[in-house]
């Protein structure tokens, strides 16, 4: 442990701290300097998820603390971007331990800063809060979430006037405030209680209000309304509302699994509170079995992302990944919005750059323009954003199950996306088909594509040192072939250049930097690397592709999708 770091853990050991926290951090200090090192080596940063970490004390651990003092760099921020009014600002939380005590220590500073607080009576979802910023016209927000992370994590999203999440150079511009807070007792903790509003249903109206306005075959689902669907929201906040769009979409048969509608931030049924883990859905695929349900849906704690499962050809639950959830969204509202006569040139979708590249064809199928942002769902707002007025928004989607249909939310929306996915379902039943149907229909289209993601986890400072080279290795000596196939282009989107390693060619990447790195194979296949912003690791992105010739031959080229995906793998050496 360097001498900077023990300096700013014997720091916590005197002055203002409470009594209990200095107690902890000198017992730390004596009998632990592995957990002082990875609790004090650094301040905890915005990432693509905005402040998360393991809670603890320490300022690379959330506690009342860095909350505090984060807290206080963001007000110091809005108010110096906008001066002269009255300063307002949005917070909600989901169910996680410490949550509604973080979200209370976050608005006892921004009342004792002046700001008009609005804080939820209770938990609610991060899209919720997305709308109450731009509803009740504040200019930022917090979300108190870690998201989908494991019980040990809480974290903070900040958001903008817009309803957004920052990014630059709002992100860089609050950390170096945050960072001047160089002393607790530079934060106001107290004053001014009664700037804080209790809001909730008001809020909720409105917002299942505008979900509403979303839903594009109402007629449909009238004929459809039996349709079974049960409902998880793994312990999460989701329980306050998906239930509720989806009766006033008009369905009439949803099964909420009953113990895991329980708030609680232990997370008892699930080893990690993840839509993205298949073993988060098992509950939900048993009672989906029982009830011979036609959909299960689970969202994470915060509810932004949401898992499904269909029945396939043996009428087996099977669950389908972020990014074919996606293609089967995109292809019905476009076929929807077309149908309707609602494309008229200005519509757009959007997805990231390590999103599957079928819901680009989808677009082009429809001539639709399409954008390839960063990773983050806040780069698909800044498109939002930066098209308004120009451009119509219809959908946007991210491979890490999070959706987003209609502009009033400007984050990934499970429970919209919920909503949408349940409207998708009675569209098929009422041509005699299934999600798996469509999904296979899809394929044969535009193409079988199939992704992977691989994330491999490097714990605490030393973990994040060996990342950083990593990446510095892959820069300095770039596989020549994958897999057998060459590779024939890198995207290197740190120092934004595309290079075309054919023709020797190489042009400008008009995105903000970010530290990515793409190969692209003679084959078709795609391999991204990307660090993660908010967790200890780095995740390959796997993509590749093969004509289907028809439904029946979907085993075969599965299988052949499945050698290619595990080939790029071994290639790469990382199993």
């Not at 002082?36 to 905005?50: H, K, Q, V």
């Not at 949401?306 to 509202?333: H, K």
């Not at 949408?420 to 798996?436: D, H, P």
């Not at 296979?440 to 990342?467: C, D, H, P």
């Amino acid at each position: 442990m360097d001498q900077l770091t023990l300096a700013k853990a014997h720091a916590w050991t005197t002055g203002n701290f409470d009594e209990d926290t200095k107690s902890r951090v000198r017992k730390m200090i004596e009998t632990n300097p592995a957990e002082t090192a990875d609790s004090f080596y650094r301040i905890l940063e915005f990432g693509t998820g905005g402040l998360r970490g393991v809670m603890g004390d320490g300022t690379n651990r959330m506690n009342k603390y860095t909350v505090g003092m984060t807290t206080q760099g963001l007000a110091n921020y809005v108010m110096q971007m906008f001066p002269g009014v009255s300063h307002k600002m949005a917070i909600a939380h989901d169910s996680r331990n410490n949550s509604r005590y973080f979200a209370q220590i976050t608005a006892e500073v921004l009342a004792a800063n002046g700001f008009t607080v609005y804080l939820f009576d209770d938990l609610r979802p991060t899209p919720e809060l997305s709308f109450a910023v731009r509803q009740l016209g504040c200019q930022s927000g917090v979300m108190i979430t870690a998201s989908h992370n494991p019980k040990e994590y809480n974290g903070y999203k900040a958001y903008w006037d817009d309803g957004a999440q920052f990014i630059a150079p709002h992100d860089e511009n609050v950390i170096r405030e945050v960072e001047k807070i160089s002393s607790i007792d530079q934060v106001k903790w107290q004053g001014h209680k009664e700037n804080i509003i209790s809001i909730g249903l008001e809020i909720d109206e409105a917002y299942l209000a505008k979900l509403k306005t979303l839903s594009l075959s109402p007629d449909v689902i009238r004929q459809q309304k039996d349709l079974k669907i049960v409902y998880t929201p793994l312990h999460g906040t989701g329980r306050t509302l998906v239930p509720e769009i989806l009766k006033r979409y008009g369905f009439e048969n949803i099964y909420p699994v009953p113990e895991q509608m329980i708030a609680d931030g232990n997370f008892p049924t699930v080893h990690s509170p993840n839509p993205e883990e298949h073993s988060a859905l098992d509950m939900g695929i048993q009672l989906a079995e029982k009830l011979n349900a036609d959909l299960l849906m689970a969202t994470d704690p915060d509810a932004d992302r949401v898992g499904i499962a269909v029945r396939d050809d043996s009428n087996r639950m099977i669950l389908l990944n972020g990014n074919q959830t996606a293609s089967l969204l995109f292809y019905y509202v476009l076929t929807r919005w077309k149908e309707l006569g609602r494309l008229d040139g200005r519509q757009f979708i959007v997805k990231t750059i390590v999103t599957s590249e079928l819901l680009k064809d989808i677009a082009v199928s429809f001539d639709l323009k399409y954008y390839n942002v960063l990773t983050g769902f806040k780069f698909i707002a800044d498109i939002i954003r930066q098209t308004e007025g120009r451009e119509e928004f219809i959908i946007g989607g991210e491979e890490s199950y999070g959706y987003l249909a209609g502009d009033f939310v400007r984050d990934k929306d499970a429970v919209g996306a919920c909503a949408l996915i349940a409207e998708t379902l009675a569209w098929t039943a009422s041509q005699g088909k299934s999600l798996y149907d469509l999904l296979l229909e899809i394929y044969v289209k535009y193409g079988f594509y199939k992704e992977s993601l691989l994330s491999v986890t490097r714990a605490g400072q030393a973990g994040a040192l060996e990342i950083k080279e990593m990446m510095i290795n892959y820069r300095a000596n770039p596989p020549k072939e994958i897999n057998g196939s060459m590779v024939v282009m890198i995207k290197d989107y740190d120092c934004l250049t595309e290079k075309d390693l054919i023709s020797g060619k190489e042009s400008v990447i008009l995105l903000p930097k970010s530290n990515v790195l793409q190969f692209f194979t003679a084959d078709g296949s795609v391999i991204s690397v990307r660090p993660s912003g908010t967790e200890p690791k780095i995740k390959f992105y796997f993509g590749v592709r093969e004509p289907l010739s028809s439904r029946s031959a979907f085993g075969e080229t599965e299988k052949k999708l499945n050698e290619k995906l595990q080939g790029i793998i071994h290639s790469l050496k990382l199993k």
